[in-house]
């Protein structure tokens, strides 16, 4: 007959020393889990919601609403925010999910897989930080960082491919990027003091590139006027690549002072030259349907200005 241990009181407290000990295990884990950053990968529209349902792993309550999507995510990121995890952003682009399996030779149709591809994004692709923002907010925010980073791309590709100049040799791509550096700098000088926002738009064979820069500016001439570094670099590129490339293209400065009207000044690019335009032509530009050509009704307390010199008045290319 098998005998029976009496337990006394001395099992018990291993007990609780082994249960104290995966407790403590186990708030180190969640503390540890708190330093490893996420990144939520984020479909931008009902299109690409119903292309990733064509898997049969990516299910959801409602299986063809993209707002109950959306409402799974936002749930999903204040979770993340709730237990003190930095929780990135990425912009999930189905055509090049499936680009990627295809190339690594993963299962599409699998979690495991959608992940690998969202770390990827976390390095190279769009990624904006989670800060609270409602989900309806950030949507637009990341597509708009998307189109900004591609256009950049475009462009620094555009000035790498323009080539060198046929009488000295000087690449052309860099010429144009550090006279588009001064062209700034004389941009905003000529401006004066207040909020200047800048609107650049450049026609490619392939796309239109637009950049858009906000800088502001004090009465102290010792203070250097206030840009976003990000915006400058790719407000520049987009500016060089109108200059290399010679063709068609526009600029505007749309200026805002304290106790004056707003003034909009305007340029065009002309055979790799930024040319002021007269005040008749920004009125012109400024109050015409770019889709109808109708004459649109000017937009009270505005003035519009003709532009000023701003570019190399001799470049060489």
Do not use: K
């Not at 009488?167 to 062209?183: L, P, V």
């Amino acid at each position: 007959m098998p005998r029976t241990r009496h337990h006394t009181g001395r099992p018990g407290r291993t007990a609780g020393r082994t249960t104290g000990r995966t407790a403590g295990h186990t708030t180190r884990r969640r503390m540890l889990r708190r330093e490893v950053p996420s990144t939520v990968g984020l479909l931008a529209d009902a299109g690409d919601f119903a292309a990733m349902r064509g898997y049969r792993s990516f299910t959801f309550d409602h299986h063809d609403d993209y707002t109950d999507y959306l409402r799974h995510v936002d749930g999903l990121l204040r979770s993340l925010a709730a237990q003190g995890i930095h929780t990135s952003v990425a912009l999930f682009d189905p055509e090049e999910y499936a680009g990627f399996c295809t190339e690594h030779g993963i299962d599409a149709d699998t979690s495991e897989g959608r992940s690998r591809f969202t770390a990827e994004l976390a390095g190279a692709g769009t990624v904006l930080p989670y800060t609270g923002q409602p989900i309806d907010e950030l949507v637009p925010l990341l597509v708009d960082e998307a189109v900004r980073q591609a256009t950049w791309e475009y462009a620094t590709t555009l000035l790498a491919g323009v080539g060198s100049c046929a009488d000295c040799g000087e690449d052309i791509g860099h010429a144009s990027f550090a006279r588009a550096t001064g062209t700034l700098s004389r941009l905003v000088d000529g401006a004066g003091p207040g909020h200047h926002h800048l609107v650049c738009s450049v026609p490619t064979q392939d796309e239109q590139l637009v950049a858009v820069l906000h800088a502001e500016v004090t009465t102290d001439r010792d203070r250097p006027a206030r840009i976003e570094g990000r915006e400058s670099l790719d407000f520049v590129s987009v500016l060089a690549a109108g200059l290399a490339l010679g063709g068609p293209g526009g600029l505007v400065l749309r200026s805002t002072t304290e106790g004056l009207p707003d003034r909009v000044h305007g340029w065009r690019l002309d055979r790799g030259r930024l040319v002021p335009l007269s005040a008749a032509a920004v009125f012109n530009a400024y109050c015409t349907d770019v889709d109808t050509g109708d004459p649109v009704a000017p937009e009270p307390g505005v003035e519009y200005c003709p532009g000023y010199e701003v570019d190399d008045p001799t470049p060489h290319h």
